[in-house]
Nanobody, 117 residues
Framework: QVQLVESGGGLVQVGRSLRLSCTASRSVFGPNAMGWYRQAPGKQRELVAT???????NYADSVKGRFTISRDNAKNTVYLQMNSLKPEDTAVYYCNIQSLITNTNYWGQGTQVTVSS
């Protein structure tokens, strides 16, 4: 099992920034992707951004140019820098790590991000 612990959520005004962090209790063997997903009330969980342990990134169109994902493989940690936040970014943000060999997924407990106008 892999435990993921998120931090950095909170309440912020429109246009401001937040940085989310997520640390895994251990590394996942082989090729893997760490990332962030979010779920707003009444909506399905959606991808925000992912980064592989090789450094390949993927972003949802809605956050391109505003959010930046990065990871520190030595610390088993992934970060999400969120700039120019909008009210529609309000959601619970979940950290995820997926083995690209077995497709096994591990999830964090979620952290609330609220953007007020």
């Amino acid at each position: 099992q892999v435990q993921l612990v998120e931090s950095g959520g909170g309440l912020v005004q429109v246009g401001r920034s937040l940085r989310l962090s997520c640390t895994a209790s251990r590394s996942v063997f082989g090729p893997n992707a760490m990332g962030w997903y979010r779920q707003a009330p009444g909506k399905q969980r959606e991808l925000v951004a992912t980064v592989t342990n090789g450094g390949t990134t993927n972003y949802a169109d809605s956050v391109k140019g505003r959010f930046t994902i990065s990871r520190d493989n030595a610390k088993n940690t992934v970060y999400l820098q969120m700039n120019s936040l909008k009210p529609e970014d309000t959601a619970v943000y979940y950290c995820n790590i997926q083995s690209l060999i077995t497709n096994t997924n591990y999830w964090g407990q979620g952290t609330q991000v609220t953007v007020s106008s």
